[in-house]
């Protein structure tokens, strides 16, 4: 008996149900958020760095799926890979041989990985993560880890532990015991490790909360007292890696730093196929894998499957051939000094940092009567809501889709895809200047809807 199945069709009949649908059967807060601020959009098709609605209009992404559209939608390469292993009826994942695609992919991911000798491929950014604190804790046989305040790890249960904001780790307890220390703080960290039983520091070289860069210097500084104590350090490159601050891993800008574990995923994806993978020193991988007996005590029932490793190989295959590092360079020094030149022209715009194409725009508080009047009341409703005043019209009215860079902020996270050009920087540097043009003009809809947002706020309490 054949089983017939038409996923084209089921979309066509079922597909204007995504919200009600979400609402009764998923998390039910998703669904009322995004019709409060007007995001319930319907998006057609994407391709590159842009949405298409039903009546063609384009929209930038500037938000990359939280960076895992690293090549934009749909890149033809990637595309590709997936057809071609899908083709290929591999017998994969029968658990007791060994593919070749972990092992290409390992290779190659290596080779951008100087200091660096093995890989775990698991399935996400925080699986990633789980893996690195396991395998720093058997390795240095020390029970703490340390990680950095306003950090952000992943959301299970072992990764929580060393996430640095409260919102996310309420009501969650009891969790690893593992200890925040301020990002940049050297005194901080040696107090720690003179306690003697800290295995391992693990760190983004650029929080993705805020866009706040470990300042000049601590990555080395912290790894010599990390190894002087006999433990280990962790570069957190989830987000920030294959070649999002214009280099292949953010810790790369600062000489000599040779993190011992290093968290990749989200881009590696080629937004096709969840995966993550843990790469590590020899030493590391041989004290955890130490005999046959130990040969699975940490594994992954979908790790290393071919569809992702396809799509992994496909990814390094595109950052190498259109030597997209480079252009990330480019692009993300044009982006960030064109809105750096901003600064002075309006006084609710407090800074623009980053690295590459990882920039935080944040907003503080005018200097004028009317608008710092207008700013305290916003504060006194909800920390942040300034910050999502700006991001709505950005969608609305320039079909430009952004992101506050974390709950309570006044900033603005650009992750867009890697391939953004001129023109896409052209198109959101003009957006953004209307949008700022109509904020500090005192009326105009963004207050209105501020006053909304105030309203909500205060229900919520």
């Known amino acids: ?23 009764r ?24 760095a842009h949405f298409f609605d039903a009546d063609g209009n384009d929209y930038l992404d ?4 939280f960076g895992v559209m690293g090549l934009g939608r749909h890149h033809p390469v990637v595309r590709k890979a997936l057809h071609d292993v899908l083709d290929l009826d591999l017998a994969d994942l029968t658990r007791f041989d060994c593919q070749p695609l972990p ?11 100087p200091h660096l000798d093995r890989v775990f491929f698991g399935n996400s950014g925080t699986e990633a993560v789980e893996t690195a604190l396991k395998f720093a804790r058997y ?11 306003h950090a952000f790890h992943g959301l299970t249960t072992g990764s929580l532990s060393v996430n640095g904001e409260d919102g ?3 009501g969650f307890a009891p969790l690893l015991p593992d200890t925040a220390v301020p990002l940049g703080d050297l005194d901080a960290l040696a107090r720690e490790l003179r306690k003697g039983d800290v295995a391992a520091l693990i760190v983004e070289p650029i929080q993705g909360k805020g866009v706040h860069e470990a300042p000049p210097g601590y990555l080395r500084a912290a790894q010599e007292l990390l190894h002087k104590h006999k433990a280990l350090l962790i570069a957190d490159e989830v987000q920030t890696g294959l070649g999002r601050t214009g280099d292949f891993y953010a810790y790369q800008h600062e000489d000599g730093v040779e993190p011992d574990l290093v968290c990749v995923a989200k881009a590696l994806s080629g ?16 004290k955890v894998y130490s005999s046959m007996d130990r040969v699975l005590v940490h594994s992954a029932s979908f790790g290393s499957n071919a569809q992702a490793m396809a799509c992994g190989l496909a990814v390094l295959s595109v950052m190498e051939n259109e030597q997209i590092v480079a252009g990330v360079r480019r692009t993300g020094e044009l982006l960030k000094s064109r809105l750096a030149t901003l600064i002075d022209k309006y006084e609710l715009l407090a800074d623009v940092r980053g690295r590459g194409l990882m920039i935080g ?5 005018p200097s004028s009567l009317k608008l710092r009047g207008r700013w305290t009341m916003l504060q006194a409703a909800r920390k942040g809501l300034f910050a999502q005043m700006v991001v709505v019209p950005l969608l609305q009215k320039h079909r430009i889709l952004t992101q506050v860079s974390g709950d309570h902020l006044e900033v603005i996270k650009l992750i867009p895809p890697l391939v953004i050009d001129e023109a896409d920087v052209d198109r959101f540097v003009d957006a953004f200047t209307a949008v700022m043009d109509d904020a500090h003009s005192g009326g105009g809809l963004m207050w209105d809807f501020g006053k909304t947002l105030i309203k909500q706020a205060v229900a919520n309490r």
């Open 168 to 170: 996310f780790r309420d």
């Open 271 to 286: 937004g096709y196929v969840p995966v993550g993978a843990t790469l590590g020193k020899e030493w590391i991988f041989k």
């Open 361 to 365: 725009i944040e907003f503080g508080k």
């Open 103 to 113: 092992g290409l992919l390992a290779e190659r991911l290596l080779a951008h990985s």
């Open 62 to 65: 500037m938000l990359a799926g």
């Open 1 to 23: 008996m054949t089983t017939e199945f038409d996923l084209g069709a089921l979309l066509a009949e079922r597909g204007a149900e995504r919200y009600e649908l979400h609402a």
């Open 139 to 149: 390795a240095t046989g020390k029970p703490r880890v340390l990680y950095c305040d």
């Open 25 to 48: 059967h998923l998390n039910p807060q998703l669904p009322r958020m995004l019709h409060t601020i007007g995001f319930d959009k319907v998006y057609e098709r994407a391709e590159g």
